[in-house]
């Protein structure tokens, strides 16, 4: 049985492909193995990784953890399994990832400076994580609440808790910035502001090309994301 709250958003996001592929991209090039990813969900952003073998794909969910199990069972050299990155990790991982990434997962967890470290003691030297987590605090809405999120970020504070985590910033920048407009529209004038409809993502995703395009030589003053690059040291 799946607890996570979200699942629903989850199965639409499915669909939207040009997405999925645009967030892969922003963050493969950062990625050597072994790898771990936090908060793998239904696995629509692992199936991009499965060249950093061995991958190990984790989830707070063990309903989740059984899916990504079948889904991929058939995948060499990857593995699933129940992690709940606000513990302390076990002994045999501690060192032991060269990256480390968590897509929209950081905002989840009541205690993200905790989960930080946590994740710091993970990596190897120099190990790298990668985050993408929702920016900007004006922009938190009820669809945030029931996603099951604490809260959004703005730069300062996640550079501050990754630095007192012993990350050194490589990068950090706003990503999707119609995502930002839409989200906060939305919210204005949805009747059901609890949960995202497949049309609604089709049509996102629709422009998404172009979008990823623009903001390929475009540096955006904001943005419904921040994806960040951090090396442990």
């Known amino acids: 049985m799946i607890k996570y709250q979200g699942i629903t958003t989850l199965e639409v996001l499915t669909d939207a492909k040009n997405y999925n592929n645009w967030i892969a991209h922003e963050i493969s090039s950062h990625v050597s193995s072994p790898t771990l990813e936090i908060g793998a969900g239904t696995g629509n952003l692992s199936k991009h990784f499965l060249q950093y073998k061995p991958l190990y794909l984790t989830d707070v969910d063990s309903g989740l953890v059984r899916l990504l199990n079948k889904r991929f069972i058939k995948e060499k050299n990857v593995f699933?399994?129940?992690?709940?990155?606000?513990?302390?990790?076990?002994?045999?991982?501690?060192?032991?990832?060269?990256?480390?990434?968590?897509?929209?997962?950081?905002?989840?967890?009541?205690?993200?400076?905790?989960?930080?470290?946590?994740?710091?003691?993970?990596?190897?030297?120099?190990?790298?994580?990668?985050?993408?987590?929702?920016?900007?605090?004006?922009?938190?809405?009820?669809?945030?609440?029931?996603?099951?999120?604490?809260?959004?970020?703005?730069?300062?504070?996640?550079?501050?808790?990754?630095?007192?985590?012993g990350f050194a910033i490589e990068t950090m920048y706003f990503f999707n910035i119609v995502g930002l407009l839409s989200w906060t529209v939305r919210d204005k004038v949805s009747r059901n502001k609890s949960a995202l409809k497949p049309y609604q993502v089709r049509i996102f995703d629709s422009i998404v090309p172009v979008l990823r395009f623009i903001e390929s030589f475009i540096k955006i003053p904001v943005g419904i994301s921040l994806i960040v690059v951090a090396r442990k040291v």
């Open 80 to 165: 699933t399994e129940t992690l709940d990155i606000s513990q302390k990790p076990s002994k045999k991982y501690i060192s032991f990832f060269a990256s480390i990434y968590a897509i929209n997962v950081l905002e989840h967890i009541k205690d993200d400076k905790k989960a930080l470290k946590n994740i710091h003691e993970m990596l190897k030297k120099e190990g790298k994580l990668m985050l993408l987590v929702p920016a900007k605090k004006k922009a938190f809405t009820r669809l945030d609440k029931e996603l099951g999120h604490y809260r959004r970020y703005e730069k300062e504070e996640l550079t501050h808790a990754l630095k007192k985590s």
